[in-house]
Every structure is written in C-alpha cells, then in structure tokens.
C-alpha cells in the first residue's frame, strides 16, 4: 500500500446519521486501518431521514464496502436492506450494514458490543440477575442480548407501559417472564436487592447533564457490577457512585470500542485491533471534557 490516505484502489465505509458532527466512529476506525495497513477510509455522511432511501441506493451504486447506522435510521432503515442477520432481525434494529456487491445486510454489533464490554472482562451473565433501566433502544438491545446468554432480567423504566413492551418481547423470543416497573426508589430497591449486575441504558447523566443519574448513590453495593451505556463523560456519576461503593464498573466506552471492533471484522475479515479503537475513543473524550 502506498503512503496516500486515499488511492484508487481504497474501500471506503462509513456512518449515516443525523446529526453526525460528533461522532467518534471515524476516528476509531482510521486509526484501525492505518494501524493495520488496510487501504480502507471511513468517513462520515449527514443523511436527514427523508434523504433515507436514496442514501442507501447511493451508497449501493458508489460500492461503499459497509457503513454504520446510527440515529435517527437504526429501524427505518430495515425495509430498504436486502437481508438482515438474525440477531438484528430479532431485536428489530441495524447499526451495522455490510456490501456484499450490491446486496445490503444489516447487522446489530450494538448488542454483540455490549455483551463483549462483560464477557471480555470475565464477568458472568448466564443465570445472573440483571436489573435494567431504560427501556428504549438501547435496551432493547441489551435485553435481548442477555436474555439470549440466560440471564434472568428486571426492567425499570420511567414510563412503565415501555418496559412492559420489552418484557413482552422477551417473553415472546425466550419464554422468560420478565418483570417490570416504574423507575422509581422503591422498586429500584427491591429489584437491586437481588440483583448481580445493573445495567444503565437511559440517556440520564449524558453530558451536559453529568451530575445525573438514574440510580440512588445509597442502592449501590460492592458485591454489584454497574453498566452504564453513557459514554461521554466515561465516568458517570453513576459510574463514580458506583466506584465509591466499591462496585465493579463497566463504561459506555466498552461497548462503543466492541462495536466498533465488531463492524469493523465484518467489513474487513482482519482481527480488529480493540485496544487501539478503544483508545482513540477515550483520547477523543478526554480533548472534550478538557
Ligand atoms: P435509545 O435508543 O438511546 O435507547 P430512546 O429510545 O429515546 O433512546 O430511549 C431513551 C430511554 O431513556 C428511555 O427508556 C427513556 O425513558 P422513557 O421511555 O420514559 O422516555 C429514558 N430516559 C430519557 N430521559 C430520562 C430521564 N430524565 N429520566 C428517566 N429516564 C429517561
């Protein structure tokens, strides 16, 4: 490969999204081409949800080798593709599209990224109690995921009639009942008394709202591991509550870094380098909080 960014023979991927300007998927995945020697860019594309079914014709035609999807297209992007892996046809979102000559297939890395963020660091799901917040989807996602590994769920949500939804899905895909209830301290309490791992996927302590969070700092405990899908900032003040309870903490920032890794193996066949990608992230995040 030569030393231009760019030659003829480059594959390109990318993101559609809107907005798009903060996104730190390019950033990711450059640094993981170039590290690997890849003639691959990825570059970001602003597509308004009207402009949705041509952008995706668009990138079919120009031969773009994949993309990721982000909001608002993670669902409606589903009837214009030309397949979907099971795993994203199941939990009814796509945040990852490989071209395989024109033939478009959707794929759910957000879900696979987020289950890696745990199993990579040997933490148990199989037969576990998970208490999830949020129920949008994030959750959903997350959900099914776990429920899929055996895990045994709770949902809260702030409109329950939402987690109730969720619980439905799960108990029509794994035959598992799955309780829920309005996010509030009491039935946080009860659920987190039994509770191995608690997992946020609510926008709540997102920055600029950084002082926020989901949960009562006093329902934490060592014993729990905390999730939080909140990226920015890495350390939520869910996150740090749970620290100073003494509490194993996962961040956001993991399952961004896997399903980045994830989309980018499905793109190229090469092994992704994760640390790398997991770096540039949290480079990246902290030029922003600074
Ligand atoms: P995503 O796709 O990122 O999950 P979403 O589908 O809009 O985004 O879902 C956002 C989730 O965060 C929902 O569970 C939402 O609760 P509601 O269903 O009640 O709207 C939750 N959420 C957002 N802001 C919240 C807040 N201030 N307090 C509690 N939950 C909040």
Redesign the pocket.
Known sequence: MSNEVVTGTTRVCGLIASPVAHTMSPAMHNAAFRSLGLDYIYVPFLVAPEDLPNALDGLRALGIRGFNVS?PH?VTCIPFLDGLDPLAEHIG?VNTVVNNDGDLRGYNTDAEGFLRSLTERDIPVARQNIVI????????AVAYILAREGAYLTML???P???ETLADMIEDDFGQRVPFFA?EEAALEEALAEAHILVN????GMSP?ND?S?VPARLLRADLTVCD?VYNPVRTALLAAAEAAGAATVSGVEMLAWQGALAFELWTGAGAPFDLMRGTVLELLQTHEE
């Open positions: 909001i993670k979102a917040v949020g129920a949008g989807g994030a959750a959903r949500n702030r409109t009639e939402a987690a996010l996927t609510t926008s709540v709202d926020a989901p899908i």
